[in-house]
């Protein structure tokens, strides 16, 4: 049965990683190189997890809400986005050096400040210099100042720089939230933690607009949305939790801000913040810009500029949590097998069609049933290796339901499903088959 202590094993990070490796979940980015440090690729199942990652957070943010809409900003912003918003003066991270062996660390993240993690000595590190977060480059052939722009290291000031279009054109009016998916760049000190700090990274935030006396409100409600969302999708309610953050961890702008964390191999650490970031970031933007990002409250006669509550997660965080939770091993007759119970919305393939034979007599019949299903189910077909090793590959990989066409589907019109979980089987006809995995898939 299942080993309820995976979780508190040291050995489950290498466990993720090296399944990762194996079986085209992740990728050292650059790899015939040598590997470019703190840059992952990810490979034919680590792109559909992320993508049912983040399908999944916009379901839920957007398509299923009538006061969420969507954006998608660009990556490269001029320096003035970035001055008005203290990023240029403020993004920043204590950075010290090791005199002995050359080794640099982020000095709010050492145990001990006085001793360097790398060597073990004490007295060697150098005082800490603010070592500002942000990749800059040069936009039109000139590499010159004027020239100068940022990738940006967050998703949020696009939304905030489009606050006004997108309350004239989408017609809503606070309480109402503009979500965002996409890459952010922060040049890190020192990533690590596989995919869990990286340089390059993908975020999922929404910044929800409402009117100033009811942000208390609205912040408490997205802490338990956000909180019920991964509980949802499989994170065990004792692998997470919601932290609020005391007085001298709030950014200047924040009343209130709570981190969703979830208990990695390492300890707990951060998967998603929620915060109530006030008015800061509609007044500084129009302070700088000249414009008016403010809403009229026909109703009360009233201007205001609306307060933002922030929920911001990190996708690849998220994707890294799912499959921790999701990675189970228990004993079948004397073996161990391996399994990521993934929930079905999650899991890279939802179906695998799996010819018992790959003589062509079957081929046919297997083709069409993987046609079938392909249509609305991302699908593999693998007819190679003995039947028994495909089902262990399809559990590794997380896949809920295996379909099974044997000989005598020739006769009989009928697959056999699978299901992960419980490895019980079940005889179906090949015209009910798309009805049956749709209540266990859908």
Request: aromatic share 10%.
């Amino acid at each position: 049965m299942a080993d309820p202590e995976l979780l508190d094993e040291p050995a489950l990070f290498d466990k993720i990683v090296n399944l990762s490796k194996r079986r085209g979940f992740v990728f050292q980015s650059a790899e015939i190189y040598g590997g470019f440090r703190s840059a992952y690729d990810y490979g034919p199942l680590g792109v559909l997890l992320l993508r049912n990652v983040k399908d999944a957070w916009w379901r839920s943010m957007v398509q299923h809400r009538h006061d969420v809409v969507g954006l998608d900003a660009s990556i490269l912003s001029p320096p003035q986005v970035w001055e008005a918003s203290g990023h240029l003066a403020n993004f920043s991270d204590p950075l010290v050096d090791c005199t002995n062996c050359n080794a640099r660390h982020r000095q709010d993240k050492l145990t001990d400040p006085e001793t360097c993690p790398s060597c073990g000595t004490s007295g060697h590190l150098t005082e800490a210099r603010q070592f500002n977060l942000m990749f800059k480059t040069h936009a039109g052939p000139m590499a010159d100042s004027t020239a100068e722009v940022y990738l940006r290291p967050e998703t949020a000031q696009g939304i905030f720089t489009n606050f006004a279009n997108v309350l004239q054109t989408s017609r809503k009016k606070p309480p109402f939230g503009i979500a965002q998916i996409g890459k952010s760049f922060r040049n890190e000190i020192t990533p690590g933690n596989f995919v869990f700090r990286t340089r390059e990274f993908e975020q999922m935030e929404m910044e929800f607009f409402v009117p100033p006396d009811e942000a208390g409100h609205w912040f408490n409600y997205w802490c338990d949305q956000r909180l019920d969302w991964y509980l949802d999708l499989g994170i065990p309610q004792a692998d997470i939790r919601l932290r609020p953050h005391g007085t001298d961890e709030l950014s200047h702008y924040s009343s209130g801000t709570s981190d969703l964390e979830y208990r990695f191999p390492w300890g707990w650490d951060e998967l998603e913040g929620i915060a109530d970031r006030g008015d800061f970031d509609l007044s500084v933007h129009a302070a700088h810009s000249g414009e008016r990002l403010e809403y009229f409250d026909q109703a009360n006669n009233r201007h205001y500029v609306p307060h933002v509550i922030e929920p911001a997660a990190g996708a690849t965080r998220a994707a890294m949590a799912f499959l921790m939770a999701a990675y189970q091993t228990e004993t079948v007759n004397d073996s161990t097998r391996t399994v990521l119970r993934l929930d079905a919305r999650l899991a890279p393939y939802k179906v695998a069609v799996l010819p018992l034979s790959n003589k062509d007599t079957l081929t046919s019949t297997a083709q069409e049933v993987f046609e079938i299903v392909k249509l609305r189910w991302m699908a593999d077909y693998d007819q190679t290796q003995s039947i028994g090793k495909r089902y262990a590959r399809q559990d590794e990989i997380g896949t809920p339901c295996c379909v099974t066409v044997d000989f005598d589907s020739l006769e009989d019109r009928a697959v056999t499903v699978r299901e992960r979980d419980t490895r019980e089987q079940q005889r179906v006809s090949i015209d009910q088959l798309e009805g049956f995995l749709a209540a266990r898939l859908d």
